[in-house]
């Protein structure tokens, strides 16, 4: 394979082709910032989630061990953007407007879960919420609320 194989298409025709085939991979991959946090989609049990799998440097509090702030956040928008990418029309990146996070438990240093649900989406913003977990999900260690812009006016 040559270098020009292993260039991704432009991210709205990644986002079709990863649409049909359901090759989450590919889409997380082509984004930079997600491969660094080791944040990936799957399809587990029929349902699509996002996986941030652990690592020594997404620890924020090293006496606890207890996972950065900033990563479940980082976990937490980047599920919401891939559920809004890959369950609605736009063939754009959403742009956040508002992000709130609650901060519900210690994150423990392990693999966490994310699952987003679109509660609101109208032609040009769209509300999500958004929870994480790790071993039980009944017990979320953070949760979100964002508004992202869909299209420019």
Request: some cysteine.
């Amino acid at each position: 394979m040559t270098a020009m194989s292993d260039t991704p298409p432009p991210l709205p025709e990644l986002v079709r082709q990863v649409r049909k085939s359901r090759e989450y991979k590919r889409l997380t991959d082509a984004i930079p910032y997600t491969r660094f946090m080791g944040i990936g989609v799957e399809n587990l049990a029929g349902e699509m989630l996002c996986r941030m799998a652990y690592s020594p440097r997404n620890i924020g509090n090293s006496l606890l061990p207890a996972l950065h702030g900033g990563t479940l956040g980082a976990l937490l928008e980047s599920a919401a953007v891939f559920e809004l990418l890959l369950q609605t029309n736009t063939e754009r990146v959403p742009k956040v407007i508002s992000l709130t996070v609650d901060f519900l438990r210690s994150g423990k240093p392990q693999d966490t879960f994310a699952k987003a649900l679109i509660t609101r989406q109208g032609r040009r913003v769209a509300n999500v919420r958004v929870e994480a977990w790790q071993d039980d999900r009944t017990r979320p260690i953070a949760s979100a609320h964002a508004l992202f812009l869909l299209s420019e006016p």
